[in-house]
């Protein structure tokens, strides 16, 4: 029984056209990107089999490449992953149902982009500065070299590792507050992630104006260099705002 085919919905644009955005759609057809306009709002779509898209790299790579596609034109929402209408006809009636919401949001992130900062202690650097500076740290660890061979050198390396555990965690809250001092006044909104890796000070998400984006690319510039001799950062340009707005429609509902 062949698969039913459906409407990818990758994102919400104003747009009255209809444009081709080019062979860009989800898995490996290469099915055209284009858009479904209502009133002067568009969905931006692409034919697709109707049917549960598991969320890995080869699905969600495609579906943020597509809305990175049409952001070079214009201002997007982008849509939850793995939004399928049955037919133009649906997505049509989602774009009525939905246009008030839409035209806020669109009004609301007009002249707006997400930029991406992610810092992260290099290993070998952050502990060597701990020993150095952490003075209760450096005086246990020489007691346990003075009893390596001893009985009593478990419960010393669970107390040194108790220690490291504790300085480290202030380092990152140290630096952390430090890079959020710079940035945030710069930005509308900041949304940071949580991580369970322990050298991660920061993985963090802002809004910011386009017209202030040359001053925050120099302030991640500043800090950068202020401490790239212990510190690795990846710096996002802009990328679609998934963390500020991703639309939820429920298609079934119409």
């Not at 890796?197 to 017209?211: G, R």
Request: hydrophobic content about 40%; aromatic content about 10%; charged content about 35%.
């Amino acid at each position: 029984m062949p698969v039913q085919e459906g409407k990818y919905i990758y994102c919400i644009i104003k747009n009255r056209d209809f444009i081709d955005f080019g062979p860009c759609g989800i898995g490996e057809r290469g099915d055209r990107v284009y858009t479904i306009p209502y009133r002067d709002i568009s969905a931006v779509v692409s034919d697709a089999p109707i049917k549960r898209y598991s969320v890995a790299r080869e699905n969600l790579i495609p579906h943020e490449r597509a809305i990175e596609e049409v952001m070079k034109s214009y201002t997007v929402l982008p849509v939850r992953f793995a939004t399928i209408a049955g037919d133009e006809v649906r997505v049509k009636k989602i774009l009525e149902k939905e246009y008030d919401r839409f035209i806020d949001l669109l009004k609301d992130m007009e002249g707006k982009k997400e930029l991406g900062l992610k810092a992260v202690f290099k290993e070998e650097i952050v502990y060597r500065d701990i020993l150095a500076n952490y003075e209760g740290i450096r005086m246990q660890r020489e007691k346990m070299e003075m009893v390596a061979h001893s009985a009593n050198v478990h419960p010393k390396l669970i107390e040194i590792g108790r220690l490291v555990e504790s300085a480290l965690s202030e380092e990152r809250t140290r630096y952390k507050e430090e890079i959020l001092y710079t940035l945030e006044p710069l930005a509308l909104k900041v949304k940071t992630s949580n991580s369970y890796y322990d050298l991660v000070i920061i993985n963090a998400a802002f809004l910011i104006e386009e017209k202030r984006e040359s001053e925050f690319d120099q302030k991640v510039r500043d800090i950068t260099g202020k401490y790239d001799d212990k510190i690795k950062f990846k710096y996002v340009g802009t990328v679609p705002p998934f963390n500020f707005v991703n639309v939820v429609i429920h298609t079934g509902d119409l």
